[in-house]
């Protein structure tokens, strides 16, 4: 089999049982409040993503907006594989690159995931929430990106170790950078022995560093947070947009 494909495929196991792990986790934890939205409560890792989902008022803009996304992906790609090929793209130049399409592909996932349980009569919420909108560290990783994950970073861990919040800090991080680990670099490893294993730790506990040094020397300068946000999020990304990661994503040329 491909070597792609086999990455693609240890990787959605390792999501599999990683998705697992943090639901009986979340679990076993008192819940905050009813959880009535059975079918979703098993797919989201924490009880505050499933009470933030919302009722179906119209089927066809879940249809629509899955269509649309999934075109979305098919355009992206056929346009970075001919950037690829023409101009023999290579290195950290298809980080870059790829890092749109990484999030078009998972917005495209909750999209279609979505559909699947439009039944139920609820919406999935929202992975994402405008990311490219950030106005600072925290804001990029608090409240933008996968708020899936971070409603079981704060529902597990953070929320009972609000005494020490610069240690509930780089733990988050440092689990997040964890789960990336096993989930794509170890497999790869495995699979090829080449090794990549600490570049996704490393890029993740660049992030809370960055988010205190804005808290310390930034505040009251919106426009330098932003700046310095995006220094911090976009610049080191090829640590997590590494070789492994892109071909998962079947975006690595041979």
């Given amino acids: 089999m491909n070597p ?41 890792v924490s009880p505050d993503s499933v009470l933030r989902s919302q009722r179906v008022t119209s089927v066809w803009p879940v249809v629509l907006r899955a269509l649309l996304l999934s075109g979305a992906v098919v355009v992206s790609y056929w346009v970075y594989w001919q ?21 078009l592909v998972m917005e ?45 970073f704060r529902y597990v861990l953070f929320g009972r170790m609000r005494g020490r919040p610069v240690f509930a800090l780089f733990l988050i991080f440092a689990v997040s950078g964890l789960l990336h680990e096993w989930g794509i670099n170890f497999p790869f490893y495995w699979l090829t022995g080449k ?20 808290r310390r020397f930034l505040k009251g300068h919106p426009r330098a947070m932003v700046l310095f946000a995006w220094l911090m999020v976009y610049v080191p990304s090829p640590l997590v947009l590494n070789e492994a990661m892109l071909r998962v994503v079947h975006l690595w040329p041979e």
């Fill in 4 to 44: 792609d494909w086999q990455m693609t495929k240890l990787f959605l196991l390792a999501l599999a049982v990683m998705g697992l792990v943090m639901k009986l986790a979340a679990l076993l934890l008192p819940a905050k409040g009813p959880i009535e939205r059975r079918a979703m409560s098993w797919v989201l």
């Fill in 108 to 152: 495209a996932f909750v999209a279609l995931e979505s559909l699947i349980f439009l039944p139920s009569g609820y919406l999935l919420p929202a992975l994402h929430h405008r990311p490219l909108a950030a106005r600072s560290v925290a804001d990029f990783w608090g409240n933008r990106w996968n708020r899936w994950f971070n409603d079981w």
């Fill in 83 to 103: 950037l690829v090929t023409r101009f023999q793209l290579r290195g950290i130049l298809l980080s870059y690159l790829a890092g749109p399409i990484l999030l």
């Fill in 195 to 214: 090794n990549l294993l600490g570049t996704m730790m490393l890029y993740f506990l660049l992030q809370p560093a960055g988010i205190l040094i804005e």
